[in-house]
T-cell receptor
Framework: RKEVEQDPGPFNVPEGATVAFNCTYS??????FFWYRQDCRKEPKLLMS???SGNEDGRFTAQLNRASQYISLLIRDSKLSDSATYLC??????????????FGTGTLLAVQP | NAGVTQTPKFRVLKTGQSMTLLCAQD?????MYWYRQDPGMGLRLIHY???????AKGEVPDGYNVSRLKKQNFLLGLESAAPSQTSVYFC?????????????FGPGTRLTVT
């Protein structure tokens, strides 16, 4: 079983749609959680951190369920510019000695005009 | 503030050749990392460094060596390139923020080994 699993997609949605991505992680010791965005042939960039209470940044909402080891990202009112691959990322922070980010393989979103 | 930079951006090697990839960051970050990204595999950690003069192995270290002689630079070496090392290589750096380490990535190096 992969440490971080995501639906690879692609998700093809019209502009203005609401789309949700899900992610599960296998290591219950995971400490921190992130969503990164990666445009085609570019580097990953941090989209948002995911906090236990859930958090929102504009059109983006992230949720964490530690009991189910599940993370989600909701994008409302999709824009063409949201088209990218969204990476679910988990941090196995261990006092600094073995800080590791574990990346999912990503979910591809294509927003259609 | 250039962030994280990588050189070169592209490279083609023949099997058995060697090369060094350079990563530089100007954010005074303690941690630096080298990843490779292959289709369907996600990013995989090759080596990382928690400070100047220290390095450690990641998930896929075989065939690679690293050095961190200066805080701002992290070098990745391939001593004898193999076709299996064809990949996109990303460098990243990070600092401690709110108990977690957010990572900032360079633009990547596309390496082809023939």
């Amino acid at each position: 079983r992969k440490e971080v699993e995501q639906d690879p997609g692609p998700f093809n949605v019209p502009e203005g749609a609401t789309v949700a991505f899900n992610c599960t992680y296998s290591n219950s010791a995971s400490q921190s959680f992130f969503w990164y965005r990666q445009d085609c042939r570019k580097e990953p960039k941090l989209l948002m951190s995911v906090y236990s209470s859930g958090n929102e940044d504009g059109r983006f909402t992230a949720q964490l369920n530690r009991a189910s080891q599940y993370i989600s990202l909701l994008i409302r009112d999709s824009k063409l510019s949201d088209s990218a691959t969204y990476l679910c990322v988990v941090n196995l922070f261990n006092g600094g000695a073995t800080n590791k980010l574990i990346f999912g393989t990503g979910t591809l979103l294509a927003v259609q005009p | 503030n250039a962030g994280v930079t990588q050189t070169p951006k592209f490279r083609v090697l023949k099997t058995g050749q060697s090369m060094t990839l350079l990563c530089a960051q100007d954010m005074n970050h303690e941690y630096m990392y080298w990843y490779r990204q292959d289709p369907g595999m996600g990013l995989r950690l090759i080596h990382y460094s928690v400070g100047e003069g220290t390095t450690a192995k990641g998930e896929v270290p075989d065939g690679y060596n690293v050095s961190r002689l200066k805080k701002q630079n992290f070098l990745l070496g391939l001593e004898s390139a193999a076709p299996s090392q064809t990949s996109v290589y990303f460098c990243a750096s990070s600092y401690l923020k709110r108990g977690s380490y957010e990572q900032y990535f360079g633009p990547g190096t596309r390496l082809t080994v023939t």
